[in-house]
Antibody
Framework: EVQLVETGGGLIQPGGSLRLSCAAS????????MGWVRQAPGKGLEWVSV???????YYAASVKGRFTISRDSSKNTLYLQMNSLRAEDTAVYYC????????????????WGQGTMVTVSS | EIVLTQSPGTLSLSPGERATLSCRAS???????LAWYQQKPGQAPRLLIY???SRATGIPDRFSGSGSGTDFTLTISRLEPEDFAVYYC???????????FGQGTKLEIK
């Protein structure tokens, strides 16, 4: 079964750091483009970061320089290292697999994890 | 930055009716990179439509997408009780790579 499971969320003080993990099953993380999307309480979806199969990484302006996306092929796991956390980073963080059909990437996300809550508060 | 504006903010309809949701981009975008998602309370989003008009795996054919340029539409031909949810459009821009979401349309039971 194709599945993503996020862990690592929790309550963290402003300025702190947290690392989220996203364990994949049923497919290979490094062969796909993978992303993180977050959703603040009661709000809409916001793209955070993406890593492509070739290793290129990109970030939303709101997190650039503070967050780092990475992957571990041996563990088939995606990560999001979050530093210098702010109250406005409070959200459910979803990892998601990039959608590819018939050999073409469509830059949407077709498989999503259940999300992990990050709360930044003193 | 491309801004996606969805309308209406809330749509109140009854089961069996037809739903038409709009997504307007602040500048012309590639249809290949326009997607629609459904999200129910407490759940992760689900991909419905990619490439503006192609249904994702397992999506019923009552869902259809259309449009080009700056105006895109998600249509649900006959609403089922399970279709009441929030819907988001999403676009990808390649240079520099950026993914953007609309603010969402809440489809509620009338």
């Amino acid at each position: 079964e194709v599945q993503l499971v996020e862990t690592g969320g929790g309550l963290i003080q402003p300025g702190g750091s947290l690392r989220l993990s996203c364990a994949a099953s049923g497919f290979t993380v490094s062969s796909n483009y993978m992303g993180w999307v977050r959703q603040a309480p009661g709000k809409g979806l916001e793209w955070v970061s993406v890593i492509y199969s070739g290793g290129s990484t990109y970030y939303a302006a709101s997190v650039k320089g503070r967050f780092t996306i990475s992957r571990d092929s041996s563990k088939n796991t995606l990560y999001l290292q979050m530093n210098s956390l702010r109250a406005e980073d409070t959200a459910v963080y979803y990892c998601a697999r990039g959608a590819s059909y018939y050999g073409s990437a469509y830059f949407a996300f077709d498989i999503w994890g259940q999300g992990t809550m990050v709360t930044v508060s003193s | 930055e491309i801004v996606l504006t969805q309308s209406p903010g809330t749509l109140s309809l009854s089961p069996g009716e037809r739903a038409t949701l709009s997504c307007r981009a602040s500048q012309s975008v590639s249809s290949n990179y326009l997607a629609w998602y459904q999200q129910k309370p407490g759940q992760a989003p689900r991909l419905l439509i990619y490439g503006a008009s192609s249904r994702a795996t397992g999506i019923p054919d009552r869902f259809s997408g259309s449009g080009s340029g700056t105006d895109f539409t998600l249509t649900i031909s006959r609403l089922e009780p399970e279709d009441f949810a929030v819907y988001y459009c999403q676009h990808y821009r390649s240079s520099p790579p950026e993914y953007s979401f609309g603010q969402g349309t809440k489809l509620e039971i009338k």
